[in-house]
């Protein structure tokens, strides 16, 4: 079984959050650097909320047109993530199925 310490997740492809769909699982590996309040304000918001390294996620649904916002499982919660807010949450795919 793969670790998903985090100092072992940087051993596979990072991407964003937003590029994941539905049913797909990851672990989250951080987030993004950012410039400007509004971005850091995002990024201290996902962090509060839990999006932390090692995190499990999901994506349950996504809205239709365009997908936009997704709706993202943590742990036992649910969060509606616009796309530019889920592209700074870098993760790597699971095999594994977050609760």
């Known amino acids: 079984m793969t670790s998903t310490r985090p100092e ?3 051993q596979h492809k990072v991407l964003d959050l ?6 797909d699982c990851a672990t989250v590996t951080g987030l993004a ?3 400007g309040a509004e971005a850091l ?8 909320l839990g ?9 349950v649904a996504e ?3 365009g997908g ?6 943590l742990g036992n919660t649910t969060f509606a993530l ?3 807010e889920a592209a700074m949450i870098h993760v790597v795919r699971s095999d594994l199925h977050a609760a």
């Open 8 to 10: 072992n997740l940087m």
């Open 18 to 23: 937003a590029l994941m769909k539905k049913g």
């Open 33 to 35: 650097s950012t410039e």
């Open 41 to 48: 304000a995002i990024k201290t918001r996902l962090w509060e």
């Open 51 to 59: 999006f932390a390294a090692g995190e499990k996620v999901r994506v």
């Open 63 to 65: 809205s239709f047109p």
């Open 68 to 73: 936009d916002p997704m709706a993202v499982r």
């Open 82 to 84: 616009r796309r530019h």
